[in-house]
């Protein structure tokens, strides 16, 4: 697969792995031997990058990245997040108690995701969202510490507004910067997307399919589990879901005109968009991981990728890419 960078450290496939919906969030999650085959599948087929966090499970999923990477230390990257206050109640995304950046904490999340992993060192850190009551200067000087003492290879932030990414740049290099983005969540390209390439910093889209959305596999919600996510996602409701899935059919006969599938359009756009992008989509499925590994190798011309972006305009999908909640944690 065609290598990219992210920052001046970091050197990986240009599509990574999104390991979140191996444990929970989509359909209620897979279970360990399965997401293990796919996880080492990815990497017999050149994917190096694979993306997790503590609160995803929560914890669970770093266990399971862990098992299934032992042993291929050397030939991947692996990325983790902090920056959450996980309470040991509830189940699932429901244990989020708030935001928790405060240096000891980023410094004790690190050592548990370690253990968990299994390995000596996490190759890129990310703050998984902005805390506003934690100066981002001292967020960006405790991973620094971490980077000094061996335990980091690399610094990231996730959702965090262009004057977060510069501040926190000055303190520590940022290797890359992680936001949802994709045909229908184009915020990055008006500040944030600018920035990263001013100051040398990789981009990581995640949910370069639209949450599954832009694969055109996904016609209604009444397959979905009553916990999945989507049924409570702005764009996935009623008159929204309509008006979206319009804009996927269009994408569907351009994809079918290429001679590629409609998730291969898609992540064949994101990654016309720059050299230093890598877009990380997630999957469950052996073959559908092969299918977006495929799409690296999607050829489009400046024709095409105007009659993409036509199919889908900016303006015109429905809906919020989260509930009220959500969307306060973004860009800040």
Request: charged share 25%; net charge negative; glycine share 10%.
């Amino acid at each position: 697969m065609q290598q990219r960078h992210l920052g001046k450290d970091l050197r990986v496939g240009a599509i990574g792995l999104g390991c979140m919906g191996f444990t929970g969030v989509y359909d209620g999650g897979q279970d360990e031997a399965g997401a293990i085959d796919t996880l080492r599948r990815a990497v017999e087929i050149g994917v190096t990058l694979f993306d997790t966090a503590e609160v995803y499970g929560p914890y669970e999923n770093e266990e399971v990245v862990g098992k299934a990477l032992k042993g291929l230390r050397d030939k991947v990257v692996i990325a983790t997040k902090f920056g959450f206050d996980i309470s040991p109640e509830g189940k699932g995304l429901s244990r989020i108690a708030g935001l928790d950046s405060r240096p000891e904490h980023i410094k004790q999340v690190a050592d548990a995701s370690l253990k968990r992993l299994g390995i000596d060192h996490i190759d890129l850190l990310y703050q998984h969202r902005v805390d506003p009551n934690v100066p981002i200067e001292e967020v960006a000087g405790a991973v620094g510490e971490l980077i000094k003492a061996g335990k980091v290879r690399a610094f990231g932030l996730s959702e965090p507004s262009a004057d977060t990414i510069r501040r926190a740049h000055a303190v520590q290099p940022v290797s890359a910067v992680q936001s949802e983005y994709s045909l229908w969540t184009r915020d990055p390209e008006a500040a944030v997307l600018p920035t990263c390439k001013e100051l040398g910093i990789g981009f990581v889209p995640y949910s370069p399919l639209g949450r599954g959305f832009l694969s055109g596999a996904l016609k209604d919600l009444s397959s979905l589990p009553e916990d999945d996510y989507r049924r409570t996602s702005p764009r996935f409701q009623g008159d929204a879901l309509a008006a979206n899935l319009a804009l996927v059919a269009t994408l569907e006969k351009i994809a079918t005109a290429k001679g590629v599938t409609t998730a291969q359009l898609a992540l064949a756009w994101v990654l016309h968009q720059g050299d230093a992008i890598v877009p990380i989509p997630g999957t469950r499925k052996i073959s559908r991981l092969q299918e977006n590994v495929g799409a690296a190798d999607v050829v489009l011309s400046a024709a095409d990728l105007s009659e993409i972006e036509a199919a889908i305009p900016r303006e015109a999908v429905v809906g919020a890419r989260y509930t009220a909640p959500g969307m306060a944690m973004i860009n800040r």
